[in-house]
């Protein structure tokens, strides 16, 4: 049986000082941050498309959820804001806020998550990307910053 590490493989066995440990797993926590993300849109877009046929193949739901299990199971977490009410405090990359500049609407919503946030064992490591918009009609007459 080759060993992972070492001649064999070609490998060198990863190195024991902890800053360059540490590096190696933030490289490493980078490329399983895309992975959340990619199956984050793929969920998203088999509901689309299930939707749209209008039928489920609940093969296909239960190996998006085995997945994103294996990804909390090791500190990863997606979070998408669609539908939930948006103040100016939330830790949100906001793409663009859909009502005129001019406008300044007591009530408002997340109205899509475009890109969801990533936390690694409860810390966050990438803002959700978000497009705002109003919840009703409301407006009130103060204008954006």
């Known amino acids: 049986m080759k060993r ?8 060198d066995p990863p190195p024991k000082d ?6 190696f797993r933030k490289i490493d926590l980078s490329s399983v941050i895309d992975v959340a993300i990619e199956v984050w849109r793929l969920q998203d877009r088999v509901n689309r498309l299930q939707t749209a046929a209008g039928r489920k193949d609940p093969s296909i ?5 085995k997945i994103q299990h294996v990804l909390r199971e090791i500190g990863i ?7 939930q009410t948006y103040n100016e405090g939330m830790s949100l990359d906001v793409l663009t806020f859909d009502y005129p500049a ?4 007591i009530n408002r919503i997340v109205q899509e998550t475009v890109s969801p946030a990533i936390f690694f064992d409860g810390t966050l490591h990438k803002m959700a990307q978000v497009i705002v918009g109003k919840a009703d009609g409301t407006v009130d007459v103060k204008k954006h910053d």
Request: no cysteine; charged share 40%.
């Open 4 to 11: 992972l590490f070492g001649k064999e493989r070609g490998v």
């Open 18 to 23: 902890a800053a360059v440990a540490e590096k």
């Open 61 to 65: 739901a239960f190996s998006i959820d």
């Open 77 to 83: 977490e997606t979070r998408e804001y669609t539908g």
């Open 102 to 105: 001019e406008e300044k609407p």
